[in-house]
């Protein structure tokens, strides 16, 4: 295998695929035929992911017509360009690195997993339809379902300052962003869900109406179905991190933002926070149970993760409550959703697309809202990871709490080292977010010192506990858990 095998699609046996439009310039569906075989292949054929970005040649058309007086035309053509570019960059040196390293030689791993779902893969050759990077149309269709949250530009500004786009400073708070949308989605669909986007059975009606309204969540503005929108997210920065707008976020910080908009908001979906690796469950089942995303926020090491956690990030990405990782590589925040051997599957925030623009009667289209979705699944090896990390899990229902607990004890039971334990209580009011020397607890090493990329200020040494201080509605009794957990 050559560099350009590992950054480039194989499509000797892949399908050849012809784009159609509408009148209105919708992507649609279209059937294509695999050459050698005449079998048809259904492929949706949209404005999202790689395919939007590295266009040359549209590039250099875009260059004719572009005066003083159409400056977002320039502005958007320069966001291209700085996107196509930086991932010709990411792929190239991801690609240099992993030859060095020898893993461009090796077969790759056939087993793969996407938060919680297990696929297995065959040699292309023996499959039908296969795709970008040599995954199967089963594979791509899943992944192309996360909802990817990228930089912006051209939005409202994030007042009390001029910013109009977070590009360079917010690649931290997107990350988070695609983070929590995979709850939300884990949230009203479940793992395994589909819909007819132009459908007009009940059920894809009612599929493409929750859809909608959970990317709505993640507009550029501040509008009230713009829960948790980067001006909402910057703006409470300064509140609670002392950030003030465009300071980069990190992980910890992060975390507390969108706990704490959830909770402003009286969202339908509970947040819960800890950053000493101890989920509290009293704490969580104050009263009756509420749908629950748990974001653990950890250090797995120093400069680079330590190999003794490996192990665990892959296995947290096959935990059916699994809603992904917000971590990235050394001042290059990613989103992690699965796992291909010793290699991540991401979801890069580091592309500038310009904000989805308000629709006068609140409805649109599939085309509109293409720039949330990324059908190129790409990877990063473990031992290139900041260790400075936010895991999520999503927890619908007690009984799903109770498993995440029985799994995650499983683990730890079999040796592994694993992040975070599970106390009965309540968080203890005095507890420090960072220990003042080493110590384990229930698998987890707790480490003395967060360096700048994991902290969001010195002074502050990451999150505060706060685990809390989230109040939550409905009760379980003192029996119920002892029974129970």
């Given at each position: 295998?050559?560099?350009?095998?590992?950054?480039?699609?194989?499509?000797?046996?892949?399908?050849?695929a012809?784009?159609s439009?509408?009148?209105n310039?919708?992507?649609?569906?279209?059937?294509?035929?695999?050459?050698?075989?005449?079998?048809?292949?259904?492929?949706?054929?949209?404005?999202?992911?790689?395919?939007?970005?590295?266009?040359p040649?549209?590039?250099g058309?875009?260059?004719?017509?572009?005066?003083?007086?159409?400056?977002?035309?320039?502005?958007?053509?320069?966001?291209?360009?700085v996107?196509?570019?930086?991932?010709?960059?990411?792929?190239?040196?991801?690609?240099?690195?992993?030859?060095?390293?020898?893993?461009?030689?090796?077969?790759?791993?056939?087993?793969?997993?996407?938060?919680?779902?297990?696929?297995?893969?065959?040699?292309?050759?023996?499959?039908?339809?296969?795709?970008a990077a040599?995954?199967?149309?089963?594979?791509?269709?899943?992944?192309?379902?996360?909802?990817?949250?990228?930089?912006?530009?051209?939005?409202?500004?994030?007042?009390?300052?001029?910013?109009?786009?977070d590009?360079?400073w917010?690649?931290?708070?997107?990350?988070?962003?695609?983070?929590?949308?995979?709850?939300?989605?884990?949230h009203?669909?479940?793992?395994?869900?589909s819909?007819?986007w132009?459908?007009?059975?009940g059920?894809?009606?009612?599929?493409?109406e929750l859809?909608?309204?959970?990317?709505?969540q993640?507009?550029?503005?501040?509008?009230?179905?713009?829960?948790?929108?980067?001006?909402?997210?910057?703006?409470?920065?300064?509140q609670?991190?002392?950030?003030?707008i465009?300071?980069?976020?990190?992980?910890?910080?992060?975390?507390?933002?969108?706990?704490?908009?959830?909770?402003?908001?009286?969202?339908?979906?509970?947040?819960?926070?800890?950053?000493?690796?101890?989920?509290y469950?009293?704490?969580i089942?104050?009263?009756?149970?509420?749908?629950?995303l748990?974001?653990?926020?950890?250090?797995?090491?120093?400069?680079?993760?330590?190999?003794?956690?490996?192990?665990?990030?892959?296995?947290?990405?096959?935990?059916?409550q699994?809603?992904?990782?917000?971590?990235?590589?050394?001042?290059?925040?990613?989103?992690?959703?699965?796992?291909?051997?010793?290699?991540?599957?991401?979801?890069?925030?580091?592309?500038?697309?310009?904000?989805?623009?308000?629709?006068?009667?609140?409805?649109?289209t599939?085309s509109?809202?293409?720039?949330y979705?990324?059908?190129?699944?790409?990877?990063?090896?473990?031992?290139?990871?900041d260790?400075?990390?936010?895991?999520?899990?999503?927890?619908?229902?007690?009984?799903?709490?109770?498993?995440?607990?029985?799994r995650?004890?499983?683990?730890?039971?079999?040796g592994?080292?694993?992040?975070?334990?599970?106390?009965?209580?309540?968080?203890?009011?005095?507890?420090?977010?960072?220990?003042?020397?080493?110590?384990?607890?229930?698998?987890?090493?707790?480490l003395?010192k967060?360096?700048?990329?994991?902290?969001?200020?010195?002074?502050?040494?990451?999150?505060?506990?706060g685990?809390?201080?989230?109040?939550?509605?409905g009760?379980?009794?003192?029996?119920?858990?002892?029974?129970?957990?």
């Amino acid at each position: 295998m050559t560099v350009t095998d590992d950054i480039m699609p194989n499509t000797s046996n892949a399908s050849v695929a012809t784009t159609s439009s509408n009148e209105n310039n919708t992507p649609v569906s279209i059937v294509s035929a695999k050459e050698g075989t005449g079998t048809p292949q259904v492929m949706d054929i949209g404005e999202s992911g790689f395919s939007q970005l590295v266009r040359p040649q549209n590039l250099g058309e875009r260059l004719v017509g572009i005066t003083t007086e159409n400056a977002p035309d320039l502005a958007m053509f320069r966001n291209q360009v700085v996107s196509t570019l930086r991932e010709w960059y990411v792929l190239a040196s991801d690609s240099i690195v992993s030859l060095l390293e020898g893993r461009s030689l090796q077969d790759p791993a056939k087993d793969l997993w996407l938060l919680g779902k297990h696929y297995e893969l065959v040699d292309q050759a023996d499959d039908q339809g296969w795709g970008a990077a040599g995954y199967s149309p089963e594979v791509l269709s899943d992944f192309s379902r996360l909802i990817w949250c990228t930089y912006r530009s051209q939005y409202p500004p994030i007042t009390p300052s001029a910013f109009t786009s977070d590009a360079g400073w917010g690649c931290m708070l997107r990350a988070g962003q695609t983070l929590l949308a995979q709850a939300l989605q884990l949230h009203h669909f479940g793992r395994d869900w589909s819909f007819n986007w132009d459908g007009a059975l009940g059920e894809d009606v009612r599929r493409r109406e929750l859809y909608t309204d959970v990317v709505k969540q993640f507009f550029d503005d501040y509008s009230n179905s713009s829960t948790f929108s980067i001006h909402r997210m910057a703006s409470l920065g300064k509140q609670f991190e002392g950030k003030d707008i465009g300071e980069w976020f990190g992980p910890y910080g992060t975390a507390t933002i969108i706990r704490e908009l959830a909770r402003q908001a009286d969202h339908e979906l509970s947040v819960y926070t800890t950053t000493d690796g101890v989920v509290y469950l009293a704490d969580i089942c104050e009263h009756d149970f509420k749908p629950t995303l748990i974001l653990v926020a950890s250090m797995l090491g120093i400069d680079r993760v330590n190999p003794v956690y490996y192990p665990f990030i892959q296995a947290s990405l096959t935990l059916p409550q699994s809603a992904g990782v917000a971590g990235g590589r050394p001042s290059s925040a990613l989103y992690f959703a699965g796992f291909q051997g010793d290699e991540l599957l991401y979801l890069d925030p580091h592309f500038t697309r310009p904000a989805v623009a308000r629709s006068s009667d609140d409805r649109y289209t599939q085309s509109d809202l293409a720039s949330y979705s990324c059908n190129v699944p790409r990877r990063i090896a473990l031992n290139r990871l900041d260790p400075c990390m936010v895991f999520g899990y999503y927890c619908g229902t007690l009984e799903s709490l109770i498993d995440l607990r029985s799994r995650i004890e499983l683990l730890a039971d079999d040796g592994m080292r694993t992040i975070m334990s599970f106390d009965n209580g309540h968080a203890p009011t005095t507890a420090l977010s960072v220990p003042s020397s080493p110590q384990s607890q229930g698998g987890n090493t707790l480490l003395t010192k967060l360096p700048p990329s994991c902290s969001d200020s010195e002074e502050s040494g990451g999150l505060k506990s706060g685990s809390g201080e989230i109040v939550l509605e409905g009760e379980c009794s003192e029996e119920e858990w002892v029974t129970d957990l």
